[in-house]
């Protein structure tokens, strides 16, 4: 008779485990961990992820063209283009064409936008903090530096 798991389902007796599977448990802790901070983003300032990551690649690098955002952060043009085009909505960010490439924007945060970095940083640091309250020093540093070395940051 197969085992049953935590949540009940029986188990096919398959030597893979998907919850043991790296890319699986990155990307549910990925999911888990950025859901309370998402709330805060989302009900704040109305943003979407795609809209915050665009907003904090301004915030922290400066003036930057939609393509530089895309390479940084590793996100598809189309995403990047309707976070631009929300975030100016919101009046977080103007648009500038670039004097040496026409076809291209020199995208930059507006006043609003640097306070709401600023905000969100601030933020973010303190749900950082509170997210590795339950690991030592050495764990923390430890996981950090394995997923800066999965991320090939």
Known sequence: ????????????????????????LLNMAAEESSASFQQYYKGRYGMLRTEWRVLFHLGRYGAMTAKEI???????????????????????????????????ETLAL??????????????????????MADFSEEEAR???QALVRIARL
């Open 70 to 104: 895309c390479d940084r952060a590793r996100m598809h043009k189309t995403k990047v283009s309707r976070a631009v085009a929300a975030l100016q909505a919101k009046r977080f960010l103007t648009r500038s064409p670039r004097e040496d490439d026409r076809r291209h």
């Open 1 to 24: 008779m197969p085992e049953k798991d935590g949540a009940g389902h029986r188990e096919t007796g398959e030597d893979f485990d998907l919850r043991g599977f790296l890319p699986y």
């Open 142 to 144: 430890l996981l950090r």
């Open 110 to 131: 507006t006043s609003q936008g640097r306070l709401a970095y600023a905000d969100l940083a601030a933020q973010g640091k303190q749900f950082d903090r509170a997210l």
